[in-house]
């Protein structure tokens, strides 16, 4: 009887080398050749394909594949029956969810969505930008776009429906967000039968796990530090933590270690407090997971 696998759907595109970075901090490594859709993966207990993001709902709730990765917004688009097991926030560029929003020129004299009435939208997410219009009552001609969406408007359309993390696309090409159509971000999606089955959902939720524990550690590094008993408590008083820091005792008994977990950002306007509160030693270290 053969070993089980998990058939385990990568995103093709724009999620690709994130989604790759990201199972390397969370201790799988998958190579993928120049011209090949099916990466090597060192766990022989998961077999990858390359999918684009956009298609991936539909081949897993096909059973295709057993589980993927994808954006919620392309759940929503296909209308795939799936079961989103976990959020994953990360995106191409920065571990952030991103947004579907509708667009217009700056010039133009669209306010808000009923000002839609009648006119032509281009948007790669026709059925999600219709869902949206609908809600508003709004009947307005919806128009699939196959890329370049931002120069279409005002002489194709009249307004966008795009995806945006920072939005600086958008200002480049003078263009003015009217409303958020959509927050997405990439979720682990899996094909309802597979999720039934006791060996695939566990090494399904196994990955998860080590996934996030990669996404909370992005952002945060550990630090140790050496600290005076006497003065354990302007240190405390000073060094913010995930949970309570960690305080043990040192081979002085006058003396204890600290350690602690803490947003990266934070640290360079907290090592100058530390040292001014009495601590030494000070030693920053980077961290591949945090599992909660």
């Not at 799936?82 to 669209?110: F, G, M």
């Not at 009648?118 to 009947?139: C, D, H, M, P, W």
Request: glycine content about 6%; some cysteine.
């Amino acid at each position: 009887m053969p070993e089980p696998r998990l058939k385990l759907g990568i995103p093709k595109g724009s999620l690709e080398h994130a989604t790759i970075e990201l199972f390397s901090r969370a201790g799988w490594k998958i190579t993928v050749g120049p011209r090949s859709y099916v990466p090597a993966i060192d766990d022989p207990e998961i077999e990858c394909l390359l999918v684009r993001a956009q298609e991936m709902a539909r081949y897993v709730q096909s059973g295709a594949l057993d589980a993927g990765i994808t954006g919620h917004d392309w759940v929503v688009e296909t209308g795939a029956e799936v079961a989103e097991l976990a959020e994953l926030v990360y995106a191409k560029q920065r571990l952030a969810r991103v947004r579907w929003v509708l667009a217009v020129p700056e010039e133009s004299a669209i306010r808000e969505p009923r000002d839609l009435e009648g006119k032509v939208i281009a948007t790669e997410v026709v059925e999600l930008t219709r869902q949206y219009l609908a809600r508003f009552g709004v009947s307005a001609r919806v128009e699939f776009s196959w890329g370049a969406t931002e120069v279409k408007v005002p002489q194709l359309a009249d307004a966008i429906v795009e995806v945006t993390e920072t939005g600086s696309s958008l200002r480049a090409n003078r263009l003015r967000i009217v409303d958020t159509v959509l927050e997405s971000s990439t979720v682990f999606i899996m094909n309802r039968v597979a999720s039934g089955d006791a060996w695939k959902r566990e090494k399904a939720e196994s990955l998860i796990l080590m996934l996030k524990g990669a996404i909370d550690a992005a952002s945060k590094v550990g630090l140790l530090l050496n600290v005076r008993r006497d003065d354990l408590d302007g240190v405390l008083a000073v060094l913010p933590a995930l949970k309570n820091p960690t305080v043990s005792t040192l081979s002085d008994p006058a003396w204890v270690a600290v350690n602690t977990i803490i947003e990266e950002a934070v640290v360079r306007q907290l090592l100058p407090k530390l040292k001014a509160a009495r601590a030494q030693g000070i030693v920053e270290y980077p961290l591949n997971k945090i599992v909660l």
